[in-house]
């Protein structure tokens, strides 16, 4: 008997060509750009640490313990504030990199002819 991996985890979340075990790539703009905000959060965090752990060298309290888990922590700190849209970075991409309307899909709202000239006459 064989059990179809798309079957057991649901119609909508089905595995595409490309996929790494039960890991899903981002499928939309909006995945990628979150997923993209966390790595930014995490290195940025990252950075931060070290930073602060320059000025606090030789630390007893300092072990490879409490650096694992803070590294644990930071993580899902990252992953929370992208999740959140805490920054607007991920909102930004999506904007940025949308695509933008023809001319045929604004349809009559877009600008007339005599506004354009107007602007290009003044410079």
Not at 23 to 43: G, I
Not at 60 to 85: C, G, I
Not at 104 to 117: A, C, K, L, M, V
């Amino acid at each position: 008997m064989t059990v179809s991996l798309a079957s057991s985890m649901g119609m909508g979340e089905a595995l595409v060509p490309g996929d790494i075990g039960t890991q899903q790539k981002p499928h939309t703009l909006s995945q990628a750009a979150e997923q993209f905000e966390n790595q930014f959060l995490r290195q940025m965090i990252k950075e931060m640490r070290h930073a602060t752990d320059a000025l606090v060298k030789d630390s007893p309290v300092d072990s490879k313990q409490q650096a694992l888990w803070r590294d644990f922590y930071d993580d899902q700190l990252s992953a929370n504030l992208a999740a959140t849209h805490s920054t607007g970075l991920a909102e930004m991409i999506v904007k940025q990199l949308s695509p933008k309307p023809t001319p045929s899909e604004i349809g009559s709202g877009g600008r007339s002819e005599s506004t354009e000239q107007t602007f290009t006459d003044q410079r």
